[in-house]
């Protein structure tokens, strides 16, 4: 049982590139606003990404086998949300947010990890299959 826990390499690159890739786009929007010499927006974008990855590690579930991973992927999801709405703020504007604000409704089925795998823990095996 301790072998297993911990190989899982996949499982690891999954989280981490899956989290990583999810919070790319943070990424070069602050690099276009440096581009565009937006510092201070860049930078903040910039920030707020060196944040994001900071939150990928300090959350995995390797890290806590004994949580569950919706307690992990809540400050993550978290983040993600408010970068989404920042961004959609600033995009559409204060006055027209409200207009535009069922756009969001697309986002829900990015909270289904949350429901489908949200109960497991990292010490417990995947159910099927023969565990690895």
Request: proline share 5%.
């Amino acid at each position: 049982m301790i072998e297993y826990v911990m190989k899982r390499t996949g499982e690891k690159s999954a989280w981490v590139f899956g989290w990583m890739g999810a919070f790319l786009w943070v990424l070069i929007l602050g690099l276009v606003e440096m581009n565009r010499h937006e510092y201070v927006s860049g930078l903040v974008l910039l920030a707020l990404w060196a944040a994001s990855c900071y939150l990928v590690f300090r959350y995995a579930p390797w890290r806590s086998p004994n949580i569950r991973y919706w307690q992990l992927m809540l400050p993550l999801y978290g983040l993600l949300a408010l970068l989404v709405l920042i961004l959609y703020v600033f995009i559409v504007g204060i006055n027209d947010a409200s207009r535009y604000s069922y756009f969001l409704l697309a986002a829900l089925p990015l909270l289904l990890p949350l429901f489908i795998m949200g109960m497991r823990r990292w010490s417990t095996p995947p159910s099927g299959g023969d565990g690895q």
